[in-house]
């Protein structure tokens, strides 16, 4: 179980129903719990500063933009940032203070350290905080903040399709699910993509097949407030299989891909609870139809809705179990094993 919950809650600073939503969000878009329960509303940047803080013991830091000059940027180069998940805040002699998400990774603060010849000092900051700083200085992709902090290894590109649902029916994280829906569609389609919907886009996150893989995928972001069969789809929860119209995101979204706007193709959503959370498009290649009949495919698909709330169920419960244990213990929020999740 995370620190941060146990803290967060025996602080009354949010509530064990506020948790039990963050988890659900959590396990449907990535990312850290204080990520999840920030964008919720339940919980202000700072609240979350402070508690990253006192679990991480080191000094809570506030993050002035003014002071952050194009040299001090240029100490750690993108590539490093983007990879560490790190951001370069104060030189003091030959003192660098890091801004990190996860100030416990040592092999990160070692790296960097030894390459740029730096005694590093580690700073903690909130994950989103991470996400603007690496956005706005370096021009990283924000992308990275759905990554599921729980995913396991991925299974091999292609699953015969009873192997595919027996992972997505024993997954335990969203991107277990994804790896395996994608490896099952390929039994369908010549390519395959896996969108998340997050208004006001939906955003590329991973793919397979015929030219594509997840960089491909990742360079598609379609938003919603234009007309699209994407938008269609996603408002609508309908399944849409033959040619994308003449819309311009449409268009747009055909001309990257590299496909012929006279040739076929498939979207249909992933909902839970309501709401759609995921798109999956599927073609038979660049010139290639696919076929009317996608009945059993979509029988299997409503499969992954159903492992997200399975994920959903198990990790609720794991955290009011452990809640429960920590409030009988006598290991208060100030004596933090910090070898044990955080974030």
Not at 4 to 29: K, M, N, P, S, W
Not at 103 to 117: C, K, Q, S
Request: hydrophobic fraction near 45%.
């Amino acid at each position: 179980m995370s620190i941060l919950a146990r803290i967060l809650r025996d602080r009354g600073i949010v509530t064990e129903q506020q948790l039990q939503e963050a988890v659900q969000h959590q396990v449907l878009y990535g990312g850290r719990l204080g990520t999840s329960l920030f964008e919720l509303g339940f919980i202000t940047e700072e609240r979350l500063e402070e508690a990253l803080a006192k679990i991480h013991g080191v000094p809570p830091v506030k993050v002035d933009m003014r002071e952050i000059t194009p040299e001090i940027v240029d100490l750690v180069p993108k590539a490093m940032a983007a990879r560490h998940k790190v951001f370069p805040f104060k030189l003091r002699g030959k003192t660098l203070y890091l801004l990190m998400v996860d100030p416990n990774d040592h092999a990160a603060m070692a790296e960097v350290g030894f390459r740029l010849g730096y005694i590093i000092r580690p700073l903690v900051v909130p994950e989103m905080r991470m996400i603007h700083l690496l956005r706005d200085f370096y021009g990283v992709d924000e992308r990275w903040r759905f990554t599921d902090t729980h995913h396991a290894a991925a299974p091999p590109p292609l699953l015969d399709p009873q192997a595919a649902v027996s992972r997505i029916e024993s997954a335990a994280s969203r991107d277990e699910v994804v790896d395996a829906l994608l490896a099952l569609c390929l039994h369908h389609f010549r390519r395959v993509i896996f969108f998340i919907v997050r208004e006001p886009w939906i955003l590329g996150w991973n793919g397979l097949g015929e030219g594509i893989d997840r960089h491909t995928a990742a360079s598609f972001k379609i938003p919603l407030d234009q007309p699209s069969v994407f938008r269609i789809v996603t408002r609508d929860k309908t399944i849409f299989i033959g040619r994308l119209g003449q819309e311009a995101e449409n268009q747009r979204f055909l001309k990257t891909l590299g496909k012929r706007p006279s040739a076929t193709a498939a979207l249909f959503p992933i909902a839970v609870r309501g709401r759609v959370v995921n798109l999956v498009y599927g073609d038979g290649g660049a010139s290639g139809a696919v076929k009317a009949n996608m009945g059993e495919l979509l029988v299997i698909v409503q499969k992954v809705a159903r492992a997200y709330l399975r994920i959903i169920r198990r990790r609720i419960a794991e955290t009011r179990r452990e809640l429960r244990e920590s409030g009988r213990g006598d290991s208060g929020a100030d004596e933090i094993d910090t070898n044990q999740e955080t974030s």
